[in-house]
């Protein structure tokens, strides 16, 4: 599996944008980036994913490298809510595994 | 959304016994669900890929007969400890993606502690 690399620890401010990183250097032309996020006890929960182009959802935005070997998530507005750990994931298709990473511990400051 | 349950939400049990934990796809079929155990400040370990109707594929380093995995059903998937032991103990994870589906997304259970007296 392709390897992603991301930043231990980021902090955002409540009510202001939160970008999170990651890089994924060795990605193939089939994987998919994807995004889920942890909060504490619970299990994990889809973000977003993309192929190429930016994608946004009702949850974040995913804005992706031309070259593809790195991606940022984008939370609009964090809350405190979206205090979670978030792991940024490569996939190559639909039905196959996913290999968590160490992801990015986001805390949000009041 | 799609929903997926698992039971117990959390257990403790003596050395030496076994334990088994269900997940379930609420409002879905799954032919594949996946089994992760996470350990704390850690992150998720995939153990094995559980298949619907057939033998699960274990990753490498899980003992599969101590971690034996059935997959019945659409719907149903087991994780058993066996002769459970204190370093057995963890946060069990599954995790299944809609059969046929073009979300390509999973959907996770909200995990079971195990812990091992």
């Known amino acids: 599996d392709a390897k992603t690399t991301q930043p231990n620890s980021m902090e955002s401010n409540e009510e202001e944008p939160a970008h999170l990183p990651c890089n994924h250097s060795?990605?193939?032309?089939?994987?998919?980036i994807h995004w889920y996020r942890q909060l504490p006890s619970q299990g994990p929960e889809y973000v977003i994913h993309?192929?190429?182009s930016n994608v946004n959802n009702r949850m974040a935005s995913l804005a992706i490298a031309e070259d593809r070997k790195s991606s940022t998530l984008i939370l609009h507005r964090a809350t405190l809510r979206d205090a979670a750990v978030y792991y940024c994931?490569?996939?190559?298709?639909?039905?196959?595994?996913?290999?968590f990473g160490e992801g990015t511990q986001l805390t949000v400051n009041p | 959304g799609a929903v997926v349950s698992q039971h117990p939400s959390w257990v403790i049990c003596k050395s030496g016994t076994s334990v088994k934990i269900e997940c379930r796809s609420l409002?879905?079929?799954?032919?594949?669900m996946f089994w992760y155990r996470q350990f704390p400040k850690q992150s998720l370990m995939l153990m094995a890929t559980?298949?619907?109707?057939?033998?699960?594929?274990?990753e490498q380093g899980v003992e599969k007969d101590k971690f034996l995995i059935n997959h019945a059903s659409l719907t149903l998937s087991t994780l058993t400890v066996t002769s459970a032991h204190p370093e057995d103990s963890s946060f069990y994870i599954c995790?299944?993606?809609?059969?046929?589906?073009?979300?390509?997304?999973?959907?996770f259970g909200p995990g079971t502690r195990l812990t091992v007296l």
């Open positions: 994931i490569l996939r190559d298709r639909s039905g196959s595994r996913l290999t």
């Open positions: 060795t990605i193939s032309g089939t994987d998919y």
């Open positions: 409002d879905f079929q799954a032919t594949t």
């Open positions: 995790s299944a993606e809609p059969w046929g589906s073009s979300y390509n997304e999973q959907f």
């Open positions: 559980s298949n619907e109707g057939s033998k699960a594929t274990y």
């Open positions: 993309g192929l190429t």
